[in-house]
């Protein structure tokens, strides 16, 4: 059973570019979450989203990023004209639909870095 | 709200000591608990979780946290630790009814030779 896979691993965008982050969650999870982190920090809490539907997006900035996770392909999380300070790690997590007693799974990351 | 802190932000241990790092939850419904390690340039590995079953949790690599409502601790545990285990820990929380995780800001763990 393949893991949660992110990619590209590494993504390099010159400001006012747009970068697109894939996350293919574990076979049977149909829950995507995104998290961010800086270096020295710890996780944030981006989005969090079920096939077709965004749950809870509190964490995500008001502008230029979205993410959607449709019910055929990969969950994309899109940062569009970006900036440098968008340079971070971004990390995708699953979960199984049950609610009893899960755990997120994470993927690799994908490392940004904008020039 | 939900919420965790980790306690030191950066631990060292002697290889074969004993690791202890530090984690204090804030809930206000019994939680669901975890520890998660990330090694350098990889993404996060679930260590162990607590689901309201036993206190005391055994997760891999050796490692053991336990449940203290009174104390609102889960502080996470290795009685001999190794080389291989410097890495950074994450303590996290959630909420039973709802998915989503809170997690702490980290502690990296050092072992000296």
């Known amino acids: 059973n393949a893991g949660v896979m992110q990619n590209p691993r590494h993504l390099v965008r010159r400001r006012g570019q747009e970068a697109r982050l894939r996350c293919s969650p574990m076979k049977g999870h149909s829950h995507v979450y995104w998290y961010r982190q800086l270096p020295e920090e710890g996780l944030k809490f981006m989005v969090y989203l079920q096939k077709e539907n965004i749950i809870d997006e509190s964490g995500m900035p008001k502008e230029r990023f979205s993410a959607e996770f449709p019910k055929e392909g990969p969950s994309i999380l899109r940062i569009q004209q970006v900036v440098r300070g968008d340079s971070a790690a971004y990390f995708c997590a699953s979960s199984p639909p049950s609610g009893q007693g899960f755990a997120q799974f994470f993927g690799p990351g994908t490392r940004l870095t904008v020039l | ?113």
Not at chain 2, 47 to 59: C, D, E, H, P, R
Not at chain 2, 64 to 80: G, I, N, V
Request: with cysteine; net charge neutral.
């Open chain 2, 1 to 113: 709200a939900q919420s965790v802190t980790q306690l030191g932000s950066h631990v060292s241990v002697s290889e074969g000591a004993l690791v202890l790092l530090r984690c204090n939850y804030s809930s206000s419904v019994p939680p669901y608990l975890f520890w998660y390690v990330q090694y350098p340039n990889q993404g996060l590995q679930l260590l162990l979780k607590y689901t309201s079953a036993a206190t005391l949790v055994k997760g891999i690599n050796g490692f053991e946290a336990e449940f203290k409502k009174s104390e609102t601790s889960f502080h996470l545990t290795k009685p001999s630790a190794h080389m291989s285990d410097a890495a950074e820990y994450f303590c996290a929380v959630s909420d039973p009814g709802y998915q989503k995780v809170t997690f702490g800001t980290g502690t990296k763990l050092q072992v000296i030779p």
